[in-house]
């Protein structure tokens, strides 16, 4: 079939979106915010991926992260603290055609829906998860959170915070059916956008924290690794991450890891300084809860009554003379 | 019940006829109360519920009721670990389990005096109790035994003492698990129940084992049958007025589980609890035939979260749970309400507050289920008032959900849930299954809360729709579904909200009165007590008492025309499974006393004075109880009359 020259050029514009095709309202993070970075970067692999925005649903739960989908021109659903990961379940049950994202905080996630996070990763549902961990609780005013470094002072923990931090990294990766981890800080936006893409091309649950600042409460929580390529660990693969080589220049320490390779995933996940970015660990052969659940039936009127009929028949006292 | 058969007086002692079998005389009766009751584990409630279908099978009425310990496996020959079921067989319809039973099949004396302590058997029941304890080689059981034997004769009980183990030995190995079903034949022949339909329905109860195991348990069943023939000198039978319509025998819960299956909706959400899980059992295994899921989520929020992301993405979706489940549900109903996303709620309502009685019924939750989470959220609330209304209810739930935008609350109980009784065969209607979710373009200019002034319904927009991109949100939002912290924008919403009850309000139509529309009192009860309440109102109403009765389906909105109905009676009384403050405390007065739910309701709604009667006992509301209350309202108010 052939096409006439407008045609074709008309199609390559609408078929070929635009950034501004995904934004929706002006971010009202604080300035220097590492949600925008996440953002910018999502919104780009939208556009890339020339995903229809009818068909994406950006799914998030109570916290400055989850304010993520008024930003999006999508479908959105800003539910209540710590459920974003059963609504986003739900919703993937229920239509395998639409592009499920979620975006959660280290409270969100990590404390208020701790028990949800454990389970989702086991559901190994297809999904694409940003957890934005800035190590504290920046809606309600600067509390600490699951994830905030001992000693960190915050106003529920004015003498330093006494625990050590949660690990969300060992965490996910300790539970039965991850399929999907890596991390990614908001200063590096490259490196950010390849991870957000692999998870976005994973199958399955894709698990991605991200470090991000919180310039309002935490202002130099960071700067040490901000400033320093050194300490940030590289992790690069053929099957994983590969940096351009203007990154490569600055980020000199790297170091070869096969996401396959589970066990040194969680090796290298329990190292906090430097920090480690890149895929940690990947397995498409996890089987998804909703494939394992949806029968693949086409439920017409009819095929729902014949099941009906012969539930009821089994139930049934027929009258005297019935054949 | 319908009005006549519920007018009749009850009648046990009929006429004799000699039995054509035996030459035994045999007592034909309008109906009779039977309990099978045994350690948990020795399968007295299947032999009480395959006595139920038999029965069924032969047209009677029947209600089955579960005695049911809370425990999995309570110490043996203890009064706690009492389990079983009650059959109430009667002629025509049975809407309730009855008062006390007229004959009881006891496995050990210990069970049945937990049942005698409750004030379970009528004065001179027949008792049918296991013999084997009396030579039990342990003293202080066989002591009990006599004890209690004695004590039953003493107090007029008719004690028959059956050696079912020993009987059974001959033809099982493990002569305590066949015990039930010698019980079974034993029960058939006392009622002059169909040998071959019984057989029948021991296949289908161990259908799912080997033959070997159907011939046993066949056998057992013959034996009992012949015993009872043998060595027993009474026989009844309980003619069946024939229904011309085919019925199914289901219990509540197994009603709610068809229900969900015909309303077409296609996910389930639930977490395990009692007594509201075995309608997911159910569902479980029938749903996934017609392309439906059963998610048992890690939690009750997560179920209800679940339904909710469903349910937002197109497919109308029900969480199932009890209690407890219901209260950490409660946040998220919240979310649903204020995103006007369709959901059913379905609460089999157990004893509360906290743990409470998970297996006992109670009434306790209409109030969290109408007020329950924080803030103004209006959402339906309805009662199933029987087992058939189990079926509808969610049908009915599933369209109002998906037509309104609105969270519809079923309640349930533990009454209901394990209960069995007849009833028509549903004709499916194409009008009960839910459409496909729409996704047609939105037309230009459309916002995602276009809320209409006169109802304050909006058109949903669902995803997958094209230009119906928005960001649905939990926080108070303008009708493009921004995010409003204007004060009139948020004033807005709650109106519109507001506005869908109001709107719904004036599709239903008043409900029924049972009896006259006029007299000294009227009964306004909801949920399981429809047939309890309905037929003590017979009974009363056959004495020539002016009581009618009225029973609430939709408890949130109230239909209309409940005002004019309650004025045309010189009194109002509720009766209900949930608390309210006794008068005859002496600390209790108008001042501070605690009415029942659905008393407050009515009183707070309409500004009548209505009174109220509860019993939180644990166990269905009986129609004996019901006329008692009723007889003492009816001196009351006209002594005060007097006054």
Redo the contacts between chains.
Sequence with gaps: MTITAPECLLRLYEEHPDLEDYQ??APRWCAGCGDNAILAAVQRLCRDEALR???T???SG?GCSSRF??Y?????????HG?A???????????P??HVFVSTGDGDCCSIGA??W??AVRYNMNMTVFLHDNHVYGLTKKQASPTSPRGLRTNTTPRGAYLEALNPLTVTLGVQNASFVAQAVDWIPEILYSIVSAAFHHKGFSFVRILQRCPKFLPDLFDPWLHDPQKVLVLTHDNGLQLSPGLAKVHKNRREHDPADLDRAREIASGADPIPVGILYRNPGVPCYEDL???????T?A??????????DK??????G?A | MSETLAAQPVENAGRQAPSPASGKAITTLSEHIVEVISDSGEGAQVCGQSLGAIA??M?NGVWTLEIIPAEIEPPARSTEGASGSRIRLGSGRMTNCGDQADLVVAFNEQVLLARLRAGEFKPGCIVLLESLWRTHPDKEIAASYLQTHARLAAAGFRVYEVPMERECRSLVADARRGANMFALGMLCGLYSLDLRLAREQVARAFGSKDAGVVAANVALLEAGHGWAEAQLDFKFRIPAL?????????NGN?ALA?GV??S?M??C?MYPITPATSASHYLSN?F??????V?Q???E???C???????????C?VTITSGPGFSLKQ??I??AVM?EIPLVVVNVQRGGPSTGQPTKAEQGDLLAAMFGSHGDAPKVVMAASGIEDCFYSIITARKIAETFNMVVVVLSDANLATSQQ?FP??K?S?AW?APP?DQSAVPEGARPYDWNALTGLARRFV?????????????AHDRRS??AYDPEINEEGIHSRSLKLAALQKTLKTPPVFGDPEGELLVAGWGSTQGAIEEAVGRLRAEGCKVSSVHLRFLQPLPPGIKELMQRFKAVITIEGNWCDRREDEIIDEGNRRYSALAMLLRSRYLVDVDCWSEVRGQPIKPGTICRVIREALERNREAARR
């Design positions: 929706g309202g925005p009818e068909k649903a950006f799914i109570i989908p008024h999006m021109k999508t479908y959105g659903f800003h539910g209540i459920r990961l059963p609504v986003a379940e739900g919703v993937r049950m229920a239509r055609d639409l028990g949800h454990i389970h659940r949806r029968s693949g039936k086409l439920r009127g095929f729902v009554r014949a099941g009906l009929e012969a539930e009821l139930f049934t006292i027929w009258p005297q019935h | 069924a099978r047209g024939r229904s011309l319509e085919p019925q199914i025998v289901v197994t068809l299956l015909a077409g296609e996910i959400a029938v996934e035939k017609v392309g439906g899921v998610h989520a890690e939690d929020i997560a179920a979260s679940f339904a909710i992301g469903a349910s937002y993405a197109g497919k979706a946040e998220a919240g979310l995103g007849p065969r549903p499916f194409e299954m979710a995803p997958g729709q094209p230009e119906g991109m928005h960001t649905l949100t939990g926080l921004r995010v």
